[in-house]
């Protein structure tokens, strides 16, 4: 048993008896001895790796009730050439002790690690890939390139290289489109054609044997493998076939030098198509602007972002270009939002709203204090968000990743057996390698790397144009795959702005008093309905009154103690005062409304009942979401007359009422155990545990943060309508994904039998495998059109 030691931070303990009961639950795991310090917060665990992964002993400390902080890391990878190469660093970096997740993503040539904080060290992240035979590099603000720079760089790069490799070879494409004609009198002299393909096959395909001697070194293999053994065959035997003067015997040094080259302008077209695929959310982020016009010593002075500071006064006037998140402060205007939400249509802003960086001021003038400057905008969580969801992969992307770590051996094997077969049949030992030397370079499995990342990464940005924020690839993939959508009425279906619409007075109360109760109590919560009692209050005038001990019941409703009144109860009408509730009650029910109770130590004083519009396009959106096969099923915590009116109103068939925040988790998990998929909309802190606990959570931009960051998928318009488009992106996202594995299946398995019988030779098996990954990343951009 190798055992290996590891020190874990951890949070959440606030005694030393958590730290006792923290060490038990660890050292009941098998093979593992810990010692968990209080003081120091950390654990020390030796553990035998065999027996528990490190993943497992973060999850015993969740489970026990702490929590072990996470630091994510990337890495740009260099020298990546296929599927094959990503399998073998990703597993490198998850065998390092202590790295819980890491992902690696041949598309964007980028790793995203997780790791318990002080765990694993920035230079035994690096060290591993070097180890593995690439270059890294750590991604940090100050040393980043965007995405779309890398891409810039790479294509210059590679168009480089297969320019010097084309010079070289055109005099063979000469000669071969001349014996294709008949005509012999172009033939290159045979030290000629020696001379040309030396520094094409060890120059320009260097790449391709050190790729191969590291892969090899690693104990993996991968693309570099196959095409530097295909074309060192084609190559070595036409040197030997010079230097030993066989004049009997032909020459292929144009077909090593045209696969190289081949290949190269593969790479080439691959490096300008993956380009496409992230520039447009990076073509947004450049909409903000660089500087700002700013008040500074009662004058207004233009600065750049780097210079402005939260609270800072600025000014943005007609047409311009918004550079800072903030709250307006002064004048009115119609803000384009597009760039957030996916929405055309402008929105008013006046004082006291938030307008965004990158959003654009199409009339008016406005004045705001600076709220989130540069890197803490909106803007750039946005993009930051897209581009992990970018680099994330995806469940169906694992399919991919099983078959190019056993391909290249299966496919040095089928080359063998085609050189050997042939070569015994025929007698013919040149086209036994010719057919070994095709078979080796049509199976290459780049186009099996591209399949699912350059569809991923067209299809978050796509996503993130329209306002639709995937977490990561496995929310984009699971969101098409559901079959029932659980909604929340506040918020979600409704506007989320109720308002006090009636109201029913105990004998002897009256209205002003009953609002000056319920507004005084509910001035402590942020719950729509207590934000629609204080505007109640605020439009009559009503002065509130000093509150103490205040206390929020979840699901229930608040209280206080009021000085000279008693203990105040807002909320539903049981829980307020077991007095019996009357007649009028049930008729406010009835009519659709939401009702609150207002009572002082037991006694009702009365009832408040407040409406809240369906949104204009809730109805819409359920009849769209049925037309794709989706059931929506309402959870609401009101009473059955109000929920079976609002969901009669929205065309909702299955509803639930009376549900508690606490219990929506519960009827999530009770339909998924019933075999549906489940996804769940919210926009409150009490809609958090059922977003988390379903299959895909949807979170409305407008809502909650802790409903945000609980979400696999964020709509930045916060419309029920835009549910629907996520599901539909996701459906033609994989569909795209299996229509990119289809092609390149379709490449190998139909490109392999051909070279192994000898219907095609090394150059168009070259020309085919460059195509493949082309035909993947072009079928990518496709979704680029996708409305």
């Known amino acids: 048993m190798s055992t290996r030691t590891l020190t874990l931070p951890i949070t959440g303990m606030t005694c030393a008896a958590c730290a006792v009961r923290l060490e038990k639950v660890l050292n009941r795991q098998p093979g593992v001895t810990a010692n968990v310090n209080f003081a120091s917060e950390s654990a020390r665990l030796d553990y035998d790796p065999a027996a528990t992964a490190v993943p497992a002993l973060v999850a015993v400390v969740e489970g026990a009730g702490f929590a072990v902080p996470a630091q994510h890391r990337t890495l740009d990878i260099e020298g990546m050439t296929c599927a094959a190469c990503a399998t073998r660093i990703e597993k490198v970096l998850n065998r390092l002790p202590g790295v819980g997740a890491a992902s690696v993503n041949f598309a964007n040539e980028t790793a995203s690690v997780t790791a318990p904080v002080g765990v694993v060290t920035d230079a035994e992240l690096l060290a591993a890939v070097e180890r593995a035979g690439y270059k890294a590099t750590l991604q940090t603000a100050a040393t980043e390139m965007t995405l779309t720079e890398r891409h810039a760089a790479a294509y210059r790069r590679e168009r480089l290289w297969f320019l010097a490799s084309l010079a070289l070879t055109l005099p063979f494409l000469v000669e071969m489109v001349a014996m294709f004609v008949g005509n012999h009198a172009l033939m290159l002299p045979r030290y000629w054609q020696l001379a040309l393909a030396t520094p094409v096959q060890f120059v320009a395909g260097w790449r391709f044997y050190r790729g191969a001697w590291l892969a090899l070194k690693g104990g993996g293999a991968n693309m570099d493998v196959l095409v530097a053994l295909g074309t060192s065959m084609a190559y070595l035997f036409s040197v030997v076939v010079v230097l030993a003067g066989w004049q009997g015997l032909h020459v292929y040094f144009e077909a090593s030098a045209a696969v190289i080259t081949l290949v190269l302008l593969g790479k080439l077209m691959e490096a300008r198509a993956k380009g496409k695929t992230s520039g447009a959310i990076e073509a947004l982020l450049r909409l903000a602007p660089k500087t700002a016009r700013v008040e500074r010593g009662g004058e207004l002075v233009e600065l750049p972002l780097t210079e402005i500071r939260v609270g800072d006064i600025v000014l943005v006037r007609h047409g311009e270009h918004i550079a800072v998140d903030g709250r307006v402060l002064d004048g009115r205007a119609d803000i384009d939002e597009s760039l957030l939400t996916g929405e055309s249509m402008p929105v008013a802003k006046a004082v006291g709203d938030m307008v965004y960086a990158g959003t654009r001021n199409l009339d008016g003038m406005l004045r705001l204090t600076a709220r989130g400057v540069g890197e803490t905008t909106l803007l750039a969580d946005i993009v930051r968000r897209v581009a992990e969801a970018q680099g994330s992969k995806a469940p169906i992307a694992r399919l991919a990743d099983q078959i190019s770590g056993i391909f290249v051996p299966v496919v040095v094997g089928i080359a063998l057996v085609t050189l050997l077969a042939t070569g015994l049949v025929t ?306 996202t994989l569909g795209k994904i299996r229509q990119n594995l289809f092609f390149a299946f379709v490449y190998n398995t139909l490109g392999i039998p051909l070279a192994a019988f000898g219907l095609l030779n090394p150059v168009i098996a070259g020309a085919a495998m460059a195509m493949s990954s082309v035909s993947v990343v072009s079928n990518s951009l496709l979704l680029r059109r996708w409305r």
């Not at 409703?557 to 909320?571: I, K, Y």
């Not at 009650?585 to 037991?602: E, F, K, P, T």
């Open 427 to 732: 007698g013919d030992w040149v086209r036994a390698l010719l057919n070994a030397v095709a078979v080796l370079v049509i199976a290459c499995p780049c186009a099996l790397g591209l399949a699912t990342p350059t569809a991923v990464m067209v299809g978050v940005g796509n996503g993130a144009r329209r306002g639709i924020l995937f977490r990561n690839a496995a929310a984009l993939e699971s969101a098409g795959r559901i079959d029932t959508l659980v909604v929340d009425k506040t918020g979600t279906l409704t506007e989320g702005k109720p308002s006090v619409v009636e109201t029913w007075l105990a004998p002897g109360r009256s209205e002003a008093e009953l609002l000056r109760l319920a507004a005084s109590v509910e001035a402590g919560s942020e719950h729509p309905l207590a934000r629609a009692v204080l505007t109640a209050a605020q439009r009559q005038g009503i002065a509130l009154a000093p509150v103490e001990s205040f206390i929020a019941e979840v699901g229930a409703g608040v209280s206080a103690r009021l000085p000279g009144v008693g203990t105040v109860r807002v909320g539903t009408p049981e829980w307020v005062s077991s007095e019996t509730l009357p007649d009028a009650a049930q008729a406010l029910y009835r009519g659709g409304h939401s009702v609150i109770g207002v009572g002082v130590d037991g006694a009702l004083v009365g009832l408040l009942a407040l409406a809240d519009s369906l949104r204009p396009t809730s109805v819409a959106a359920v009849a769209t979401l049925a037309t794709l096969g989706i059931e929506v099923i309402m959870l609401t915590g009101d009473k059955q007359a109000t929920a079976q009116a609002i969901a009669r109103e929205a065309g909702i068939r299955s509803f639930r009422a009376e549900v508690k925040p606490q219990d929506k988790a519960d009827e999530v998990k009770s339909l998924a155990e019933r075999g549906r998929r489940v996804a769940m909309v919210g926009d409150g802190v009490n809609d958090a545990p059922a977003l988390a606990a379903a299959e895909v959570g949807f979170a409305m931009g407008a809502g909650s943060d802790v409903a945000i960051e609980t979400a696999d998928v964020t709509l930045m318009h916060g419309d029920l309508l835009h549910v629907a488009d996520a599901i539909r992106l996701s459906r033609t």
